[in-house]
């Protein structure tokens, strides 16, 4: 009974919660369609053009920014910034800010915990067995976000690694063929669009907007944390500062990389054995045994009196 009230009591809140936001939104002058209706002939009003919209923007858009900024109140401001940190790590996916991306913790624990709810009470389990599995899953659905997280942090900064290489000798074929860094970097991203590419278009915006290039190139580093980047932009800024031709050490930058890429391979290529052992032992080599020892099996049943 007590999981059953759970669980209508946060069906109510939330609907409570979306009905908020539509008064708030009807009450709201409507500036927007008397600005339209300037413009078109055929006016339409705004609430035509608002249900034409996808469901995700009209319903769980506000209710996100509504939970955001509640859990933008209560979140501790260092927990923000780490959190906006690994967000910047991660490419900003879909837009994300530090509030979104709580908001979504939270709405995905109870969401999940309330569907455990549902599921216990038309199982009929008992009241503690109830409690415990929607605990443990709204956890579950708390945590998931930031393994996702995280999960798209490391592959971003594999994505980055693996593309400096190549982008590197790139700029040092630019660089020897008489172009500037800045020229060098645009051709770089003329050519990839991958992570390391956006990275680089992001630093020529903010340059073309007054940044000094090591500025910019520092904070690339910082919101990649990639530690061969950090290397590379660190070479860079300290080449400009000391007048030494950009050419030699974007040289000596890619025959770096390559020897750390090659290392690379070779530890993965020593791994490759280790991780091969397992599922060699336990579906290989069964599936061969039974390949190899089925058809005696009836033979060596029969010699011992086991036949049917």
């Given at each position: 009974?007590?999981?059953?009230?759970?669980?209508?009591?946060?069906?109510?809140?939330?609907?409570?919660?979306?009905?908020?936001?539509?008064?708030?939104?009807?009450?709201?002058?409507?500036?927007?369609?008397?600005?339209?209706?300037?413009?078109?002939?055929?006016?339409?009003?705004?609430?035509?053009?608002?249900?034409?919209?996808?469901?995700?923007?009209?319903?769980?858009?506000?209710?996100?920014?509504?939970?955001?900024?509640?859990?933008?109140?209560?979140?501790?401001?260092?927990?923000?910034?780490?959190?906006?940190?690994?967000?910047?790590?991660?490419?900003?996916?879909?837009?994300?800010?530090?509030?979104?991306?709580?908001?979504?913790?939270?709405?995905?624990?109870?969401?999940?915990?309330?569907?455990?709810?549902?599921?216990?009470?038309?199982?009929?389990?008992?009241?503690?067995?109830?409690?415990?599995?929607?605990?443990?899953?709204?956890?579950?659905?708390?945590?998931?976000?930031?393994y996702w997280l995280g999960g798209k942090i490391k592959a971003r900064k594999k994505a980055i690694f693996r593309s400096l290489p190549d982008a590197i000798?790139?700029?040092?074929?630019?660089?020897?063929?008489?172009?500037?860094?800045?020229?060098?970097?645009?051709?770089?991203?003329?050519?990839?669009?991958?992570?390391?590419?956006?990275?680089?278009?992001?630093?020529?915006?903010?340059?073309?907007?007054?940044?000094?290039?090591?500025?910019?190139?520092?904070?690339?580093?910082?919101?990649?944390?990639?530690?061969?980047?950090?290397?590379?932009?660190?070479?860079?800024?300290?080449?400009?500062?000391?007048?030494?031709?950009?050419?030699?050490?974007?040289?000596?930058?890619?025959?770096?990389?390559?020897?750390?890429?090659?290392?690379?391979?070779?530890?993965?290529?020593?791994?490759?054995?280790?991780?091969?052992?397992?599922?060699?032992?336990?579906?290989?080599?069964?599936?061969?045994?039974?390949?190899?020892?089925?058809?005696?099996?009836?033979?060596?049943?029969?010699?011992?009196?086991?036949?049917?």
């Amino acid at each position: 009974m007590v999981g059953i009230l759970i669980g209508v009591a946060a069906l109510i809140i939330i609907f409570m919660m979306i009905n908020i936001i539509r008064r708030r939104r009807a009450n709201t002058p409507d500036l927007i369609e008397a600005r339209l209706a300037e413009f078109i002939e055929n006016p339409v009003s705004l609430e035509k053009l608002e249900m034409q919209q996808p469901f995700s923007e009209r319903v769980l858009k506000p209710l996100v920014s509504f939970f955001a900024r509640i859990m933008g109140s209560v979140t501790p401001a260092k927990s923000q910034e780490r959190l906006r940190r690994n967000l910047q790590m991660a490419g900003n996916p879909n837009g994300l800010q530090a509030g979104d991306f709580l908001a979504l913790r939270l709405l995905a624990g109870i969401l999940l915990a309330g569907v455990v709810l549902f599921l216990c009470w038309v199982t009929k389990q008992s009241l503690g067995l109830t409690i415990a599995a929607a605990v443990w899953m709204g956890l579950m659905g708390y945590s998931f976000p930031a393994y996702w997280l995280g999960g798209k942090i490391k592959a971003r900064k594999k994505a980055i690694f693996r593309s400096l290489p190549d982008a590197i000798d790139l700029l040092t074929i630019s660089v020897e063929a008489g172009l500037g860094f800045d020229q060098a970097l645009q051709r770089v991203t003329e050519k990839w669009n991958d992570e390391l590419s956006k990275e680089f278009r992001r630093v020529l915006s903010e340059m073309r907007v007054g940044k000094l290039r090591r500025d910019a190139l520092r904070e690339m580093a910082y919101r990649c944390d990639v530690n061969e980047l950090s290397i590379f932009v660190a070479s860079i800024i300290q080449a400009d500062q000391l007048g030494v031709s950009l050419a030699k050490v974007l040289r000596i930058q890619a025959d770096q990389m390559r020897i750390r890429r090659r290392q690379m391979a070779e530890e993965l290529a020593r791994k490759a054995p280790i991780k091969m052992l397992f599922p060699m032992v336990f579906l290989i080599f069964p599936s061969v045994y039974i390949v190899i020892l089925g058809p005696a099996v009836p033979t060596i049943a029969a010699s011992m009196g086991f036949a049917p």
